[in-house]
């Protein structure tokens, strides 16, 4: 074999040896992201595919992010800076989680109002409102349809440049930013949920009056009815500017992660 061949074998060699670290790296930090992430962290997707969008996603983010991970500064021990992109990878995920549990609450909200709690079941791990399990499931297929895969992409390409590698975060900023996020959940949920909220606080004070102007009518057994069409009717009029909302908001924290829940 000739030298100029094994020059070339042995340069081959140790660009994969250069790739597959990078990769590893990368794929510290994609696995809590993918873990948590809407639609591909839901517990009803086998573990498998999970494991393969998340070795996808890391083939696709190694080259254009080999620029800059390969002359990164290991200035911590390697157990520790693992544990960082790790740490990174699950609070990033975190992140996108709370935008499914405003969807879970708003639905749990909107189901209490109108009472819908106990109609339709979820078929997931945790027992969750039809309204919540409509808007889950409504949410995730329109970030699907958007592209929501690429935007997840170039949101974990933004982060190495606030969260490079080889650094272990700030812990005062994690905290402040997780409590902000908790926070934008909270206020998205009630956002979406308020035209149910403000429907059942009607009903509750117009049946109140009702049954003080006519204590022998059962206003129970006629605003029962009321309330359950209303609910639908209420949740097919609200449902698509609803989904629209959070999908902008979604899109607002893949634009900017470290701002947008601020």
């Not at 690429?150 to 440049?161: D, H, K, R």
């Not at 006629?222 to 899109?251: K, Q, S």
Request: charge should be neutral; proline fraction near 6%.
């Amino acid at each position: 074999m000739s030298p100029s061949l094994l020059d070339l074998l042995s340069e081959i060699l140790q660009q994969a040896r250069s790739f597959l670290f990078l990769g590893f790296i990368v794929l510290l930090r994609v696995g809590g992201i993918v873990a948590m992430a809407p639609g591909f962290g839901e517990t009803s997707l086998p573990a498998r595919i999970k494991t393969g969008v998340a070795l996808a996603i890391t083939l696709v983010t190694v080259p254009a992010l080999a620029p800059t991970l390969s002359s990164f500064d290991q200035g911590m021990a390697l157990p520790l800076w693992l544990a960082s992109e790790i740490a990174i990878g699950l609070f990033l995920g975190f992140g996108l989680r709370a935008f499914v549990f405003a969807l879970q609450i708003a639905g749990t909200m909107a189901a209490q109002s109108s009472s819908l709690s106990q109609l339709l079941g979820g078929m997931g791990g945790e027992p969750q409102p039809a309204i919540g399990n409509l808007l889950l499931i409504a949410g995730i297929a329109v970030l699907m349809s958007l592209g929501f895969h690429v935007q997840l992409i170039e949101f974990l390409i933004g982060t190495y440049q606030v969260l490079p590698v080889g650094e272990w975060p700030d812990p005062d900023a994690l905290r402040r930013w997780g409590v902000s996020g908790v926070a934008h959940a909270f206020s998205l949920a009630f956002k979406l949920a308020a035209p149910f909220a403000v429907t059942g606080l009607i009903y509750n004070v117009a049946l109140g009056a009702i049954n003080r102007a006519m204590p022998q009518l059962m206003v129970a057994f006629v605003g029962a009815p009321a309330l359950t069409a209303g609910g639908l009717i209420l949740l097919a009029l609200c449902a698509p500017t609803a989904i629209a909302i959070w999908r902008e908001a979604v899109m607002a924290f893949l634009g900017n992660p470290f701002g947008a829940v601020r």
